[in-house]
């Protein structure tokens, strides 16, 4: 059974930093694309970042470049997203997810197999 369990967020004041962690397990970690998806109340989920199999490309959305680092650690089937300057607007429940999909659709949640439960991150002005 493919379990992804994200962890780290929380209430943090504008200009602050967290570090999400997602752990997996029941597949082949480094098969896998991994995306990190945030949806706010009554929008739609939304792309942030996606990194390689073997972590040599990353790609993140306009809005977080710059503020945020998608890693991976294959060692420990564990994806990471540090969060920097955190901005009220980066309010939302943040997604990890595995692909086995081509890098190129990286963007699309579609494309996803594997989805975590969320972990809320909530910034304050």
């Known amino acids: 059974q493919v379990q992804l369990v994200e962890s780290g967020g929380g209430l943090v004041q504008a200009g602050g930093s967290l570090r999400l962690s997602c752990a997996a397990s029941?597949?082949?970690?480094?098969?896998?694309?991994m995306g990190w998806f945030r949806q706010a109340p009554g929008k739609e989920r939304e792309f942030v970042a996606a990194?390689?199999?073997?972590?040599?490309?990353?790609d993140y959305t306009d809005s977080v470049k710059g503020r945020f680092t998608i890693s991976r650690d294959n060692a420990k089937n564990t994806v990471y997203l540090q969060m920097n300057s955190l901005k009220p607007e980066d309010t939302a429940s943040y997604y990890c997810a595995a692909s086995a999909s081509a890098y190129s659709f990286r963007t699309r949640p579609h494309e996803y197999n594997y989805w975590g439960q969320g972990t809320q991150v909530t910034v304050s002005s």
């Open positions: 029941g597949l082949t970690f480094s098969s896998y694309v």
């Open positions: 990194i390689s199999r073997v972590g040599g490309s990353t």
